[in-house]
Nanobody
Framework: QVQLVESGGGSVQAGGSLRLSCAASGYTYSRICMGWFRQAPGKEREAVAAFDSDDTTSYADSVKGRFTISQDNAKKTLYLQMNSLKPEDTAMYYC?????????????WGQGTQVTVSS
C-alpha cells in the first residue's frame, strides 16, 4: 500500500513562494511516477504537475513557468516549488501516484495540504 504524506502548505501573499513536499512509502519498485493535484472550493480537482519515471515533467497551463516539480528518488520525496503565487492558486493541494502525465487517474492520494494566497 503506497502512502503519501504532504507538507509545506501555508499562507502567503501574492507574488510569494511556497515549496510543497510529499514523502512516499510502501512501494517496492525503484521509482514511481507522481504528481500534484489541487482543488479550490466549489471547483473540480485538477492535475497541476506530473513527474514521469523518465524524469519527464508536465504542467497545467495555469502554472507553467511558475511551478516546478521535482523528485528525490533517494528520499522518495516529491516536491512542488511554487513561485509568483496568485490568489487563484489558493486550493488544497494533493500528492498522487501513479501520475506519469496529467491525464492519469491515480490510485493513491495524500491527505492534502492547504495553500492560501492573499492579494
Amino acid at each position: 500500500q503506497v502512502q503519501l504524506v504532504e507538507s509545506g502548505g501555508g499562507s502567503v501573499q501574492a507574488g510569494g513562494s511556497l515549496r510543497l513536499s510529499c514523502a512516499a512509502s510502501g512501494y517496492t519498485y525503484s521509482r514511481i511516477c507522481m504528481g500534484w493535484f489541487r482543488q479550490a472550493p466549489g471547483k473540480e480537482r485538477e492535475a497541476v504537475a506530473a513527474f514521469d519515471s523518465d524524469d519527464t515533467t508536465s504542467y497545467a497551463d495555469s502554472v507553467k513557468g511558475r511551478f516546478t516539480i521535482s523528485q528525490d528518488n533517494a528520499k522518495k520525496t516529491l516536491y512542488l516549488q511554487m513561485n509568483s503565487l496568485k490568489p487563484e492558486d489558493t486550493a488544497m493541494y494533493y500528492c498522487a501516484a501513479p501520475l506519469c502525465s496529467l491525464y492519469w487517474v491515480p490510485d493513491y492520494w495524500g491527505q492534502g495540504t492547504q495553500v492560501t494566497v492573499s492579494s
